[in-house]
DNA sequence: TTGCAATTCAAACAGTTGTATGAAACTATC
DNA sequence: GATAGTTTCATACAACTGTTTGAATTGCAA
C-alpha cells in the first residue's frame, strides 16, 4: 500500500545521519534535507521524532536477537537440549561483535548506527533497551543447563561479564586503538569474540564456585 | 576572594540535579531555581553551561584517577616497583566501583552523577574522558612490569576487559539486580571489586599466552 | 473524466533553550 | 563615607526545536 519511497528514504536518511553525527545534533531538519522530503513527512509516517527513532533501533536490533536465538538454538539442539557454554556465550556475543566491529571502511552505515546507540543512549532507545530483560533470560536458561553445578549468583555474574566485555569493546574502540597503539587488532572481529568468550567462559569455569568469593587482595 | 557562596550553591545543585534527573532534561533554569541564584550566575560564575558541566566531571575524575594512582604507587613501592596483578587490577577498578556502588540510599551525589556521566555521555564529558588515556597508560606499564612475559597485545586486552567489567556493571547496576531478580548483591562493594578483579587477573595469567588466540569455537 | 483518499508541501506555531545586557546592589579599600 | 570593583538581578534576545495546519498535489478506482 501506498508507495512507501518516501518513508523509507527518511529512514536511510536518519540511520546515515546519526550514524556519521550521533543523535545530539541532527534535527528533523537536517533529516528530510538528506533525504529531500518534507519537513512534515517525518511525523506523517511516523508519528514523531521519538517514534522514528524508536523503529531504527528496534528493527536492528531485532535482527540482531533473532540471529543470536538462531545460533543458541541450533547449538542446543545438536547437543541434545544441553550445549557447550563456550558455544553459548559465542551465540552471545558473536552477532553483537560481528555487527559493530569489522574494518571501518567496510563497516555498514547499520553498524555504525548501532554503535551511536550504544555509546549516546538517547531516551527512546534506552525504553528499548529494558525490554531486553526476557531476551537474556534465555541465554541465562541455557548457561545454567550447561553448567547445573553453577549457582545463580555466577552465571548472572558470567553473563554480565560477558556483555560487559562485548559492549565496551565496542563502545571504547576507539580508545583501545589509541591506547594500544594499533596493537590490539579490532577489525580481526573472530580474534575478538574469541578473546571474549574466552575470558567469559573462564569466569564462568574457574575456581571452586563458591557462593561468595573471598576477597583475595590485602585492602591496603 | 569572593564569597564564593553562589559558585558553590551551583555546582552542588546542578551535581544534584544531572545526578537524579540525568543531563537531558536538566535545563539552567532548573538549576539556578534549585540553587535560589538567578539565571545570569551560571554564565557568570562558568562562562557556559558546558563549563559547568565539564568543571563537575573534572573535579570527580581527577579525585578518582588520585585515588586510583596512590593505590598504584603504594603497591609498587611495598613490592619494590613491581606489585602483584591483582592488586594492581585493584587499585584501577576498586576506587570507580567503590565510588559508584554500594547501598543506593546512602550513595552520595557524587556517585550518582559519575553513573549519569557514565550512562548519558554529553559532548563535554566525552571531550575530557578522551584525555583519560595517559592515566591509563601508567596502569598498564604497571601491568606490564608485574608480567613482564606477557605480550603487550594481552596486557591492553587484559586492561580494556577490567575496565569493561566496571564500567559496565556500574552502569547497568539495575539491569543486573532486575535479571538477576536480586541475587546480585550490587550493594556488597568489595564483592564485585573482588569478583571483577579475580576475572581479569584470569584474563591476564591464564593460557599460553600465545600472540594470536586461536578460535576455540566452532563458528557454525 | 470524475471523485475520493493518500500523500506532499509551505508556512507558521508554540515552546524551550542557552546567552547577553545594562542597571542595581553589594563589598571592601582608602 | 566616597569610590572602584565585584556580584546579582530582571529582562530581553535570538535561535532552534518538534509539531501542526490546511491547502495543493498526486494516484487510483469507478
Same mark, same amino acid.
Given at each position: 500500500?501506498?508507495?512507501?519511497?518516501?518513508?523509507?528514504?527518511?529512514?536511510?536518511?536518519?540511520?546515515?545521519?546519526?550514524?556519521?553525527?550521533?543523535?545530539?545534533?541532527?534535527?528533523?531538519?537536517? $533529516?528530510?534535507?538528506?533525504?529531500?522530503?518534507?519537513?512534515?513527512?517525518?511525523?506523517? /509516517?511516523?508519528?514523531?521524532?521519538?517514534?522514528?527513532?524508536?523503529?531504527?533501533?528496534?528493527?536492528?536490533?531485532?535482527? =540482531?536477537?533473532?540471529?543470536?536465538?538462531?545460533?543458541?538454538?541450533?547449538?542446543?539442539?545438536?547437543?541434545?537440549?544441553?550445549?557447550?557454554?563456550?558455544? $553459548?556465550? /559465542?551465540?552471545?556475543?558473536?552477532?553483537?561483535?560481528?555487527?559493530?566491529?569489522?574494518?571501518?571502511?567496510?563497516?555498514?552505515?547499520?553498524?555504525?548506527?548501532?554503535?551511536? &546507540?550504544?555509546?549516546?543512549?538517547?531516551?527512546?532507545?534506552?525504553?528499548?533497551?529494558?525490554?531486553?530483560?526476557?531476551?537474556?533470560?534465555?541465554?541465562?536458561? &541455557?548457561?545454567?543447563?550447561?553448567?547445573?553445578?553453577?549457582?545463580?549468583?555466577?552465571?548472572?555474574?558470567?553473563?554480565?561479564?560477558?556483555?560487559?566485555?562485548?559492549?565496551? =569493546?565496542?563502545?571504547?574502540?576507539?580508545?583501545?586503538?589509541?591506547?594500544?597503539?594499533?596493537?590490539?587488532?579490532?577489525?580481526?572481529?573472530?580474534?575478538?569474540?574469541?578473546?571474549?568468550?574466552?575470558?567469559? =567462559?573462564?569466569?564462568?569455569?574457574?575456581?571452586?564456585?563458591?557462593?561468595?568469593?573471598?576477597?583475595?587482595?590485602?585492602?591496603?
Amino acid at each position: 500500500m501506498a508507495s512507501d519511497h518516501t518513508r523509507s528514504a527518511i529512514l536511510a536518511a536518519a540511520e546515515r545521519l546519526y550514524a556519521d553525527r550521533g543523535f545530539g545534533d541532527v534535527t528533523l531538519r537536517d $533529516i528530510v534535507a538528506e533525504a529531500n522530503v518534507n519537513l512534515a513527512a517525518v511525523n506523517y /509516517h511516523f508519528g514523531s521524532k521519538d517514534e522514528l527513532i524508536a523503529e531504527l533501533f528496534v528493527t536492528r536490533s531485532i535482527a =540482531t536477537n533473532r540471529e543470536r536465538l538462531r545460533e543458541l538454538k541450533a547449538a542446543e539442539e545438536q547437543g541434545g537440549g544441553r550445549a557447550p557454554i563456550e558455544v $553459548i556465550l /559465542h551465540a552471545l556475543v558473536g552477532p553483537t561483535l560481528r555487527g559493530c566491529l569489522g574494518p571501518e571502511n567496510q563497516r555498514s552505515t547499520a553498524a555504525r548506527f548501532m554503535i551511536r &546507540a550504544s555509546i549516546e543512549s538517547v531516551p527512546p532507545i534506552r525504553r528499548i533497551k529494558n525490554r531486553e530483560i526476557d531476551h537474556l533470560r534465555k541465554f541465562a536458561g &541455557a548457561m545454567r543447563r550447561a553448567l547445573p553445578e553453577r549457582s545463580d549468583v555466577d552465571i548472572y555474574w558470567g553473563l554480565n561479564f560477558a556483555l560487559a566485555m562485548a559492549h565496551h =569493546t565496542i563502545r571504547e574502540s576507539e580508545r583501545l586503538t589509541k591506547l594500544s597503539e594499533g596493537k590490539c587488532d579490532l577489525d580481526d572481529v573472530e580474534d575478538v569474540v574469541a578473546r571474549v568468550v574466552s575470558v567469559a =567462559t573462564m569466569a564462568l569455569t574457574a575456581g571452586k564456585a563458591e557462593t561468595k568469593a573471598p576477597s583475595r587482595v590485602a585492602a591496603r
